[in-house]
């Protein structure tokens, strides 16, 4: 059984880097890795890939599969927009040996931890507030009404984090350190 693994952090952190880094390792070494491909219902941004970034569906398609038991945590995060853990690939990959990781809101982590307390809960933190809102603001993706909802979703996300078990700082520029650190602690 592999282990089970949840990043949170807020929208702009950077865990798609430091997500992208720790495959890296996890490659040169030749471990499992799994991660996780959420659905979602927002639409897809400038170079993401249905099927590799997330599952684009319908809000329809959506409730169908909430019915069908189909997620293992589902979220409505920020502006109303759906993201659900799809269940039976991450318990096959998990029962493979392979570790997984689910790159999702708090809100899904608590839905995890109830279900899995064994999982290992990792929170990444920005240096601070105003370099939280330039990240987000060089990425470009969001119009400034969304920047607005996720830095209040962030305020609250940071206020919580103490319920994670590890608390990680991704200081600018070093998310391969970031990475470094969630591998130790994941081969502990
Ligand atoms: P974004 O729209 O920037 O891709 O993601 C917005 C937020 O949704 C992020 O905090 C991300 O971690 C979270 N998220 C992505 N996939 C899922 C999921 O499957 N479940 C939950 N609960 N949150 C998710």
Do not use: W
């Not at 929208?11 to 991660?35: A, C, F, H, P, R």
């Not at 491909?37 to 927002?42: E, F, W």
């Not at 269940?87 to 990781?101: E, H, P």
């Not at 991704?170 to 502990?188: C, G, M, P, R």
């Amino acid at each position: 059984m592999g282990k089970l693994v949840v990043i949170s952090g807020p929208s702009g952190v950077g865990k798609g880097t430091v997500i992208n880094i720790l495959k890296d390792i996890y490659q040169e070494k030749k471990e499992k890795l799994y991660l996780s491909i959420s659905c979602t219902t927002r639409s897809r941004r400038e170079g993401e890939i249905d099927g590799i970034s997330y599952y684009f569906i319908t809000e329809e398609e959506f409730k169908t599969r909430i019915n069908e038991n189909d997620f293992l945590e589902y979220n409505q995060y920020g502006t109303g927009k759906y993201y659900g853990t799809p269940k039976s690939v991450t318990l096959d990959y998990l029962n493979k040996g392979y570790d997984v990781i689910l790159e999702i809101d708090i809100n899904g982590y608590k839905q995890i931890k109830e279900q899995f307390p064994e999982c290992i809960g990792i929170f990444i933190m920005p240096p601070s507030r105003k370099e939280l809102y330039a990240r987000l603001k060089n990425r470009n993706t969001e119009s400034e009404e969304v920047i607005k909802t996720r830095l209040e979703t962030a305020k609250e996300e940071i206020k919580n984090r103490h319920i994670y078990d590890y608390i990680i700082v991704n200081e600018n520029n070093k998310s391969n350190v970031t990475a470094d650190k969630i591998y130790k602690i994941l081969k502990k």
